[in-house]
């Protein structure tokens, strides 16, 4: 059990070695790299059509790469907005990591480029421990999820720098409590601000776009306290099917 710890470890000890390289690169070429993260069907892609379609808009370079597991429908719903959108099939991996995301810039996003969305794996659990090399973590939960999620899943919600609520038309008939659900994000990620969105509705979402376009101008991002929080023992429990186990 140690070894396969160590072998975790060492994963993601490398992976942050590489996000941060990235991360660095791409302020570099003034990019502010957004990883979006949520479990499946909180409306990541819903979101994320409506952010690049307001940025478009409004004139502003944005690009997306959107992962799935295996289809493409996702990038076909994003290059509705007119921005540049790319599709990234994990082939059955349940998160992106730091190199496949550098591998698929290469050549790809064009110079002046501001914000680049990266809608990760749907999964609350696996994308958690990853480090894309994002300046700006955002984790989402629809009302329809739970007020507990926040407790259940401390890494995903605890390293986020914005959360963002999802299918707040739906809070009523499903009887959300966001007293409840303030009360646990606070345990778990103390002055994190949680912003109520619907894409239904467009609440919120040019607030979150606002939020973004602060994070690019260097207005520095909420920090967790739980930083780091893979290398004190929120190691997550999958192993990568390409990854040695010897
Ligand atoms: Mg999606």
């Known amino acids: 059990m140690c070894r396969v710890v160590d072998l975790q470890q060492a994963v993601l000890a490398k992976n942050d070695g590489l996000a941060a390289s990235l991360r660095e690169d791409l302020m570099d070429r003034g990019v502010t790299a957004v990883n979006l993260l949520s479990s499946p069907g909180s409306g990541k892609t819903a979101l994320l059509e409506l952010l690049l379609t307001w940025a478009t808009e409004r004139g502003i370079p944005v690009a997306a790469i959107t992962a799935d597991l295996?289809?493409?429908?996702?990038a076909v719903r994003l290059a509705r907005?007119?921005?540049l959108v790319k599709q990234v099939l994990t082939g059955g991996l349940c998160h992106l990591e730091a190199d496949q995301v550098r591998a698929h810039l290469d050549g790809w996003l064009?110079?002046?480029t501001r914000v680049l969305f990266v809608e990760n794996v749907g999964n609350l659990v696996c994308p958690a421990s990853y480090d894309l090399?994002?300046?700006?973590r955002v984790v989402l939960m629809s009302v329809t999820e739970g007020e507990d999620k926040p407790v259940k899943y401390p890494t995903a919600f605890g390293l986020?720098?914005?959360?963002?609520l999802s299918k707040t038309d739906l809070a009523e008939a499903v009887g959300f409590d966001e007293k409840e659900f303030a009360a646990n994000i606070g345990r778990i990620n103390p002055g994190v601000e949680v912003l109520r969105t619907s894409a239904r509705t467009g609440q919120?979402?040019?607030t979150v776009l606002n939020r973004v376009l602060a994070a690019c101008d260097g207005s520095p991002p909420h920090r967790p306290p739980l930083a780091g929080a893979h290398s004190h023992?929120?190691?997550h429990e999958h192993m990568t099917a390409s990854e040695p186990a010897s």
């Open 204 to 206: 919120g979402v040019e």
């Open 160 to 164: 986020a720098n914005l959360v963002v």
């Open 233 to 235: 023992g929120h190691v």
């Open 133 to 136: 090399g994002e300046t700006l």
């Open 110 to 112: 064009p110079d002046g």
């Open 70 to 74: 295996a289809t493409e429908n996702d």
């Open 81 to 83: 907005s007119g921005a």
